[in-house]
């Protein structure tokens, strides 16, 4: 088992060593405030689970938190907006998930 990723710079580390959004956004606009959508993120009260599972651990944490999390939708097009290298659980998905849905909204729009 490989040490934990290293979450995108000025994202949250608990003590613990998990890592979690949210998150300021990593281009904060003037002003110093992330996407309003922080506000309402479901993993802003679960400083426990861990949105950068190390390799061969259990993602199921933190899609449990997404599943009821309001700004899932808004979460998912922030990551999707931040490339494919983005680490993590975002929106419910895998970094390999949001891959895999990038491909397939790409299919759909031929
Ligand atoms: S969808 Fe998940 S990662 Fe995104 S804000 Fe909600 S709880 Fe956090």
């Known amino acids: 088992m490989g040490n934990p990723p290293t979450p995108p710079p000025g994202y949250w580390q608990a003590s613990n060593g998990q890592c979690s959004p949210p998150p300021p956004a990593p281009t904060p606009p003037p002003g110093g405030?992330?996407?309003?959508?922080?506000?309402?993120?479901?993993?802003?009260?679960?400083?426990?689970?861990?949105?950068?599972?190390?390799?061969?651990?259990?993602?199921?944490?933190?899609?449990?938190?997404?599943?009821?999390?309001?700004?899932?939708?808004?979460?998912?097009?922030?990551?999707?907006?931040?490339?494919?290298?983005?680490?993590?659980?975002?929106?419910?998905?895998t970094a390999r998930e949001r891959r895999q849905h990038r491909t397939e909204q790409a299919a759909g729009r031929r």
């Not at 599972?53 to 933190?62: E, H, K, L, N």
């Not at 938190?65 to 808004?74: G, T």
């Open 33 to 93: 405030k992330g996407p309003a959508w922080h506000a309402d993120a479901a993993c802003r009260e679960t400083p426990d689970v861990s949105f950068f599972p190390a390799v061969g651990t259990s993602s199921g944490g933190a899609k449990a938190v997404c599943a009821r999390c309001l700004v899932r939708a808004e979460c998912l097009a922030w990551s999707l907006e931040q490339g494919l290298d983005l680490d993590g659980i975002w929106g419910g998905l």
